[in-house]
């Protein structure tokens, strides 16, 4: 089993950036794509951004050229560098991983971190 622990939520204003950071453990050797969803409060949980293991990248169309998604060299991390935040980026940020190399399939999710973007 592989579980995955996120970091780095906080409040920021708008403009700002926040960096997350997301640690699997367990049994990394079937870790594929990895990923990032938010939730907003009453909205349905969304995609932002997902990574391969060979580094192909998809973004949401609502993030592209602010946010960055990349993975540790030891493929067990991934990370999402949010700049030029917006009240609308206010949501739980969740980190997904899933044993295929291509497919968006995910069976693995961590608890969650808050990010607020309010002045």
């Known amino acids: 089993q592989v579980q995955l622990v996120e970091s780095g939520g906080g409040l920021v204003q708008p403009g700002g950036s926040l960096r997350l950071s997301c640690v699997a453990s367990g049994s990394i050797v079937r870790i594929g794509v990895m990923a990032w969803y938010r939730q907003a409060v009453g909205k349905q949980r969304e995609l932002v951004a997902g990574?391969?293991?060979?580094?192909?990248?998809n973004y949401a169309d609502s993030v592209k050229g602010r946010f960055t998604i990349s993975r540790g060299s030891a493929k067990n991390t991934v990370f999402l560098q949010m700049n030029s935040l917006k009240p609308e980026d206010t949501a739980v940020y969740y980190c997904?991983?899933?044993?295929?190399?291509?497919?968006?399939?995910?069976?693995?999710w961590g608890q969650g971190t808050h990010v607020t973007v309010s002045s």
């Open positions: 997904a991983a899933g044993p295929y190399t291509s497919a968006y399939v995910f069976d693995t």
């Open positions: 990574i391969s293991p060979g580094g192909g990248i």
